[in-house]
């Protein structure tokens, strides 16, 4: 069997798949980014507060920099950057297996075996960011269908949503998942 024999259902399925992919790749990357911010800024002002310590730098600078460091480090010790990095970057291989699964044998016998496994993943997810979703689903509308006929399928989400996106589970852009089709 080849990828364009596949039923409509199995490829709703790869594409949900899909973009689940990209959604936690996102989200891994934004943890990374986030951790290793707070890492340079506790390395960075650490080294202003030692240098204050030494008489080197202001005392009033020092007592900025260690609040500094400080703040910094209880907001990813408390989020936890480095553990939901690893939780998206988990949730994404797992996708990833099912994806490969899909492609190898999408026999539509099997179709109730992988959403099956596909809830399976999802019930380790944690809240889904809408507005993250929407994006990465456009992503993946863009990367499946001819540029022609793309925009009839696309979401259309605003410039706070996406500023935001990592920040807030926005509940608009309203049912952007049930758009597809």
């Excluded at 920099?65 to 936890?80: E, K, P, R």
């Excluded at 992988?114 to 979703?133: S, T």
Aim: hydrophobic share 45%.
């Amino acid at each position: 069997m080849r990828i364009d024999d596949l039923s409509e259902d199995m490829w709703g399925m790869l594409i949900g798949v899909r973009v689940c992919i990209r959604y936690h790749d996102r989200r891994r990357h934004f943890f990374v980014t986030a951790h290793r911010f707070t890492a340079a800024v506790g390395a960075i002002f650490g080294t202003t507060t030692m240098a204050a310590l030494l008489g080197k730098v202001d005392t009033s600078l020092a007592i900025v920099a260690a609040a500094l460091v400080s703040t910094m480090s209880v907001i990813d010790l408390v989020v936890g950057f480095s553990e939901s990095a690893n939780l998206h970057r988990d949730l994404r291989r797992r996708f990833v297996e099912l994806e490969q699964d899909i492609i190898a044998d999408h026999d539509d016998a099997r179709l109730g075996e992988l959403q099956r496994r596909r809830l399976e993943i999802e019930k380790d997810e944690p809240p889904v960011r809408r507005a993250l979703a929407t994006l990465v689903q456009n992503e993946q509308v863009l990367s499946d269908y001819p540029i022609a006929d793309a925009p009839r399928h696309l979401v259309h989400v605003g410039w706070w949503q996406r500023l935001t996106a990592h920040f807030f589970a926005h509940a608009t852009p309203s049912q952007a998942l049930a758009s597809r089709g």
